[in-house]
């Protein structure tokens, strides 16, 4: 299974950005849930379960959206410019 970086940077494969701010520890089920918020305006915080955040996209989407995961790690050095 795939890591999950803290504080990285996450493209959905519909196109928008999520900023992955922690993995929690579900109370009851014990299942790590991750904890993340769109960069888009007003984007509340949102929680999926680790297993579905990693998840694989069937061959159909992932032809359709040239992406193989729900959610793919960006590659991001810097916001600045230099």
Known sequence: MRDIKIKGIYQHYKGDKYLVEDVAIHSETGKE???????????????????????????????QFGQKYRFEILDIKSARNN
């Open 33 to 63: 849930m991750v904890i993340y918020r769109g960069l888009y305006e007003d984007s509340p915080l949102w929680v999926r379960p680790k297993s579905l955040f990693l998840d694989q996209l069937d061959p159909e989407k992932a032809k």
